[in-house]
């Protein structure tokens, strides 16, 4: 089950890759919402708790949750997909790179009128989620680990 340190892992590794580049493409599955405008920007990777965020140079948020079956892929650009295509959820391409979102239950885009006025629970659960490192695990003072 995906938990908390596992997302911040999944952010640290997109995050350099897709920061700071144009997007190419983005797919979210079964949205009937329209995605970012033309030459906008990557401007955040973020984990939040469970959630993660990649946030837009126009304001739109894609948010997921992974809950216990979802999980974030890093390809190059024409690289085989190493999990079926049956389960993408999202794809977010730059033109080197796709990270692809697999078998997650919650993808959802979020535009900024949206998040102004607040009617939108989950991603609100996630932005409230403070922004941390997962912990290290460290042998006790007098204990052999």
Same mark, same amino acid.
């Given at each position: 089950? =995906?938990?908390?340190? *596992?997302?911040?892992?999944? @952010? !640290? %590794?997109?995050? =350099?890759?897709?920061?700071?580049? %144009?997007?190419?493409?983005? /797919?979210?599955?079964?949205?009937?919402?329209?995605?970012?405008?033309?030459?906008?920007?990557?401007?955040?990777?973020?984990?939040?708790?469970?959630?993660?965020?990649? #946030?837009? *140079?126009?304001?739109?948020?894609?948010?997921?949750?992974?809950?216990? #079956?979802?999980?974030?892929?890093?390809?190059? +650009?024409?690289? +085989?997909?190493?999990?079926?295509?049956?389960?993408?959820? @999202?794809?977010?391409?730059?033109?080197? /790179?796709? !990270?692809?979102?697999?078998?997650?239950?919650?993808?959802?885009?979020?535009? =900024?009128?949206?998040?102004?006025?607040?009617?939108?629970? *989950?991603?609100?659960?996630?932005?409230?989620?403070?922004?941390? @490192? =997962? !912990?290290? *695990? +460290?042998?006790?003072?007098?204990? %052999?680990?």
């Amino acid at each position: 089950m =995906p938990e908390g340190d *596992s997302l911040w892992n999944h @952010a !640290a %590794e997109l995050r =350099p890759v897709l920061v700071g580049r %144009e997007l190419e493409k983005l /797919h979210v599955h079964r949205s009937r919402k329209r995605g970012p405008g033309q030459g906008v920007s990557i401007i955040g990777v973020d984990s939040r708790g469970k959630h993660l965020l990649i #946030t837009f *140079s126009d304001g739109v948020i894609l948010h997921t949750h992974l809950q216990m #079956t979802g999980d974030w892929r890093l390809y190059r +650009r024409g690289e +085989r997909w190493r999990k079926s295509p049956g389960a993408m959820r @999202a794809v977010v391409a730059t033109a080197e /790179h796709e !990270a692809v979102c697999f078998a997650a239950p919650t993808v959802e885009l979020f535009h =900024p009128a949206e998040t102004a006025e607040g009617n939108c629970r *989950s991603l609100r659960e996630g932005l409230d989620r403070p922004r941390v @490192a =997962p !912990a290290v *695990s +460290r042998p006790r003072p007098g204990r %052999e680990g």
